[in-house]
């Protein structure tokens, strides 16, 4: 039997460091005071995290750009 490993996620929604898992919460909020040392992170890590980073302003621009979009063809 395989067993899949669930992968907690905690989600930074307009620079708010936030999680719906109530387990996570006490985790989340010490990690608030804490700074990161990119320097330190593994070569593997740093392209995860920029990966990650770009998918994500990539979605924000589109939805703006939607968001736009919609707002001039309810004006004309």
Do not use: W
């Not at 320097?39 to 998918?55: F, K, N, S, W």
Request: charged fraction near 25%; charge should be negative.
């Amino acid at each position: 039997m395989s067993r899949t490993r669930m992968i907690n996620t905690i989600v930074l929604p307009e620079g708010e460091m936030v999680t719906t898992n109530e387990v996570d919460k006490p985790i989340v909020s010490a990690l608030k005071g804490i700074g990161i040392n990119m320097v330190v992170l593994p070569q593997e890590m740093l392209y995860v995290l920029q990966d990650g980073i770009t998918t994500e302003l990539r979605d924000r621009e589109s939805h703006a750009l939607q968001v736009l979009s919609e707002q001039r063809i309810n004006m004309e």
